[in-house]
């Protein structure tokens, strides 16, 4: 084969691969001329459901003082252990008792004009319990505070198993997505024709905030503490991008 027909075959098949290169992009652009002129709604809603919770977390401690850091953490190991005691005795499992902060500080009085002076020290432990029956929580609270628990960090109350919740707002949710979209529709004259894709935010469970801590007065309880659980609300947000036509 002469090189003038070798150059000529390679001239040509050069110009047929730009030719297939070429078309590519005019394929895809095709493509998002076709997805630009799709009229589309893009919308979000969400679905909420009510329901009591069934599990409540509290933290509890024990507060005591001593001339050292040794003796107030020796004061304090033995109150707490009785604590723990009293909570496994009023039916919370070992697995829902966990220690939460434990610190020791040494104590300072301040007068005008003179140096800081130790008094002493003061140890503070304590134990986030996860209570799985909330009637006999207020019991809990009670026989906590006999065994020498003096201290409360916080209450907050949730749900064991929040699915079915969760679910039942899923269900509410997508209802309300696809009536505003068909509200939509309505208001410019428009028919949906498509769900093209749906997303979900994700769900949660509100809680009470926790309490502010105060001191309980280690007391005879005629009557036990009130707890009043009230309701949580399981909310799940979705948005989604529908086609219309008219």
Do not use: H, W
């Not at 499992?93 to 020290?121: C, F, H, K, M």
Request: aromatic residues 4%; glycine residues 6%.
């Amino acid at each position: 084969m002469t090189p003038t027909r070798k150059t000529a075959l390679a001239m040509a098949s050069f110009g047929a691969a730009v030719l297939a290169l070429s078309a590519l992009p005019a394929s895809a652009q095709s493509a998002n001329d076709a997805a630009f002129r799709a009229t589309t709604f893009n919308l979000s809603a969400s679905g909420e459901t009510v329901i009591a919770p069934d599990m409540a977390t509290i933290t509890l401690g024990v507060q005591t003082d001593g001339a050292s850091a040794q003796a107030a953490l020796s004061a304090n190991g033995a109150a707490m252990n009785k604590v723990v005691a009293a909570l496994k005795k009023a039916g919370i499992a070992e697995r829902d008792i966990q220690t939460s902060n434990l610190n020791v500080n040494p104590q300072y009085v301040y007068e005008q004009n003179q140096p800081p002076r130790l008094t002493g020290y003061q140890a503070s432990n304590q134990v986030t319990i996860l209570a799985r029956d909330l009637a006999k929580l207020g019991q809990t609270i009670d026989a906590a505070a006999s065994a020498g628990a003096n201290t409360v960090g916080g209450i907050s109350f949730g749900l064991q198993d929040p699915q079915k919740a969760e679910d039942a707002a899923r269900v509410k949710a997508v209802e309300a997505l696809k009536a505003k979209s068909e509200l939509y529709a309505r208001a410019t004259g428009y028919k949906v024709v498509r769900l093209v894709s749906l997303n979900e935010a994700g769900g949660y469970t509100p809680v009470q905030p926790p309490m502010p801590m105060f001191a309980m007065a280690k007391r005879e309880m005629a009557d036990s503490t009130s707890i009043s659980g009230g309701e949580l609300k399981v909310r799940i947000e979705v948005s989604a991008t529908y086609e219309a036509r008219q």
